[in-house]
């Protein structure tokens, strides 16, 4: 008995000993929570008069930071995205997408060829903006907190019904946002305003609010995303894939990469350009949202239908190469991609002229054999949408971030960038923000800057002053009525001043800050003029439907179809800051171009909507069979007509040169009338059309440099 009640006495003291370490991991796993997880501040007791104020304000931050993350999410993490280069011609070279032509949101590139397509020595570029502060003005938290800081005041006063009781709201200062990403957004914010009314005077100055959204995570996985395009082209893979089960010596598939034929004497198998690449935009616009990652929300294994003949391989193809490997499980997320047929993509196959088709050697020694040899190379670039969303964002009402890849293959393979610098994955440490634009790093000077009117010599104020040091950027202010603003300046080597105005182009020169005396700046702002654009037609024709294009020297400027839209899009030829500018005119119908003095490269390029066809045409080849007699056979080009029409619009012209506007030229200036080459296929009749017509697009060039004088611009 004695033994079973030391027995006894044991188990009792070891249960009390694990209920005691039970109890402490889990009040010490609770310390630790309570630890990572963000502090509520403690706000300042208020009289009970301003708790109304403070849920305006409340009210304001909230709604205003939902706008700019919203924002931030549709245009892949940008507020204003007016400063993007986006080119008209090619989505593939310019910094960001638009959505849907003409129209927002337009959406940044993350990781892109930042050369034109036809680079030699090629570079890549990505306008992926830091989550957190960084000190460039630039970051997604700098873009938030300063929108929040700019549109508050207006939104309460906007809410403010002080003023029906008879009080008055006095603001005592600007306001500070600090944010914190983390399982959701913390807003914090200083704002001291006051209250004055007959009886009472009340301050209320700081305030504390939630997003419920979790930006960092889904940017996270944004990055994530980035990284591997960057490192492994899973795009490449996938389009690769595409073109490779969608591709065979047949004119209903796409040209092969490689392939052979051997048999009796014929004209072999061929394709046109422009259908091809048709074609390949209609099977990227329904293959590329195949691509997945296996860790996400949204993941499913792609299975083979019952009419798929070889299933095994069939699910091997779209599970394996269309598909993201991540080491990291985004649960809770959903991943998605997706290309638009409205985005013109850049492709260039090694055909002649629009006319692909095989390297044919005929052997009529002893019995008349025909060798075709098929060997394609894809030059191909076209951006991808990428979405990421949290589904249980902002209380089940959902959120997505999306973003813009691009894919770039050359002669079937992954273009990579020629640099030998290791790719990173991207990281979203902490930065602490800088001091460079504190006002108590500006020890030199003081300076003043006077800004002019270049026509008028006039003062011009309201010209904001930046100073760029590196990759920061700090606002020191902007003009008084004499055009003039006095400043010190921060240090640095190899800075620079930018002065930006509404309605003038953006002026930036060099501006080294290194000693305490500083010279005094004059800086001329160019004036950006408007005029009303129009642009006439040069028509290249032909005499009869195997003839060749020409253009008759003595012909005459002609008025553009109704149905033709022209884009025109003129560039300054300048290292820094350069000004860009874009136009489109439809038919003879003037359209406003804003426009300033420079070196220009222009590029026109028009299109016509009118209801075209380019109708088939019998083509017969002779040859001699096995017995050497004459035999004869005959194929259709193109297989089908080539219609065009407003869904469907036929490329009509471009012309590219290079023109200097003086600004003696804009001196009173009313109109601007540009001038481009035409290939006229809807003045010849459809019977004498052929499809080789569509290669004089490719000529355009040459007619713009034999006729230089011609194609100048008029300015009146």
Known sequence: ?????????????????????????????????????????????????GEPLREIVHTCIQQLAEIAVHKIGETGGYIRTNTFYVNPFSTTEGEAVQLSPGTEPTIAYWWHLSSQNNCQECEFASKRPNLQSDGTGNSIEEQVTTFIEQELPACVNTLNFYAEQGCTLNTLGQPEITLNFGEQIIITANYPLRVVCQDETFDVRDYYTTIPLNLRHIYELATSVTNLQRQHNFLETATRTIISTYSGIDQERLPPFAGFEAGPPKPGTFWIKSEVKKHLQTLLTEYIPLIQANTTRNYQFVKASADIRDKELYELLYNAHFLIPMDQAYPDLELRFAYFDWWEPYINLNCNGEVC????????????????RYNFAYDLSYPVLVSVTDPEAFDGEGYTFNFILEQNMRANEPLNTITTEELTLFETPYFPPSIFCNPSQRTAGPMTINTRDAVSQRPVSDATISYVCGDQSCNLGSTNNEGQFTTKMPRCAGGQLLITKTDYRTEQIAYDVLQNELNDETITLQPIINLDATISNYQLTKLSKHGNWQYLADAPTSLPPKDQQAIVQLTQEVERNPYT????????????????PGKYNINVFSTLSKQLTIPVDKRCFEFRDEWQQKEEECV???????????????????????????????????????????????????????VEDLDQLNAMKYYSVTHKQKIKPSII
């Open 1 to 49: 008995m004695k033994k079973k009640g030391q027995i006894t006495v044991f188990i009792i003291i070891g249960i009390i000993i694990l209920l005691l370490a039970g109890i402490t991991i889990y009040f010490t796993s609770r310390e630790a929570e309570q630890e990572l997880a963000p502090v509520a501040p403690r706000l300042t007791q208020i009289a009970q008069r």
């Open 581 to 596: 500018t874009v136009v489109v005119l439809n038919g003879s119908n003037p359209n406003t171009l804003r426009i300033t």
């Open 636 to 690: 259709e080009v193109p297989a089908e007509p080539m219609n065009f029409g407003p869904d469907n619009p036929m490329p009509y012209g471009s012309t590219e040169y290079k023109f200097e506007i003086t600004p003696e030229m804009l001196n009173n200036a009313k109109q601007i009338n540009f001038k481009q080459f035409v290939v006229a296929i809807d003045k010849i009749p459809e019977d004498q059309r052929i």
């Open 357 to 372: 088709k095989a390297d044919s050697m005929t052997n009529f020694f002893l019995i008349p054999l025909s060798f075709q």
